[in-house]
């Protein structure tokens, strides 16, 4: 079984400042975590994954994430917002042995506001 | 552009009707993926298909059903549709029948009124 969970359904953040939206997992297996990011009437858009390796990943729009699996967070962060930020965040796992797509479960999501 | 096209955009329909989405996936993806995304449930995962096959289900009601042709679209059929029903549908595709990473298609809204 594997779950998903965004605290903060909301954030808002001003432009320049830092963005950090937070993802908790559970998951039976090691993880395949990934974060998407949807525009206004558009589809979802990978920003990026980790699957094993290195567990500080760095994604697109300058966004990164760290694993850490004691702490089984996937938290998303970028130094600097930029209005075209704004958008809705989702956190995603996949927890099968082979982390394919099907078996991905995501959060409720997180919605981005950048002020001026 | 994720390469993924959704027709149509926008659907809206009775209840008790029936409905047909379609997909078309990236140049050479073979797996297809079908997500409700709804206020109430979230982002859920309908059904995949590899190469003309189904490969995998999860919440998937029995009214509802898809398939995928020889040429790789595919197709969410939905019917007997109630006001519950009125979700975005999302397709995605990956090359491979176990991908970690799809590609989604911007969506088709259906209201059911």
């Known amino acids: 079984a594997q779950s998903v969970t965004q605290l903060g359904s909301h954030v808002s953040v001003s432009e320049g400042a830092l963005v950090l939206l937070r993802c908790n997992y559970s998951s039976s297996v090691p993880p395949y975590l990934f974060w998407y990011v949807q525009y206004p009437n558009q589809g979802l858009q990978l920003l990026l994954k980790?699957?094993?390796?290195?567990?500080l990943v760095k994604g697109i729009n300058g966004f990164e994430a760290e694993f850490k699996k004691s702490e089984t967070s996937f938290h998303l962060t970028k130094p600097s917002a930029h209005m075209s930020d704004a958008a809705e965040y989702f956190c995603?796992?996949?927890?099968?042995?082979?982390?394919?797509?099907?078996?991905?479960?995501f959060g409720s999501g997180t919605q981005l506001t950048v002020l001026p | 552009d994720s390469g993924v096209t959704q027709t149509p955009k926008h659907l809206i329909t009775a209840t008790g009707q029936r409905v047909t989405l379609r997909c078309s996936p990236r140049s050479g993806d073979l797996s297809v993926y079908w997500y409700q995304q709804s206020l109430d449930q979230g982002l859920q995962f309908l059904i995949q298909y590899y190469n003309g096959e189904e490969r995998a289900k999860g919440n998937i009601l029995e009214r509802f059903s898809a398939q995928q042709f020889p040429d790789l679209h595919s197709e969410l059929n939905l019917s007997s549709l109630e006001l519950g029903d009125s979700a975005l549908y999302f397709c995605a595709s990956s090359a491979y029948r176990d991908s970690t990473e799809a590609f989604f298609g911007q969506g088709t809204r259906l209201t059911v009124v």
């Open positions: 980790y699957t094993t390796g290195a567990t």
């Open positions: 995603a796992v996949s927890g099968s042995l082979s982390g394919s797509a099907r078996q991905l479960t």
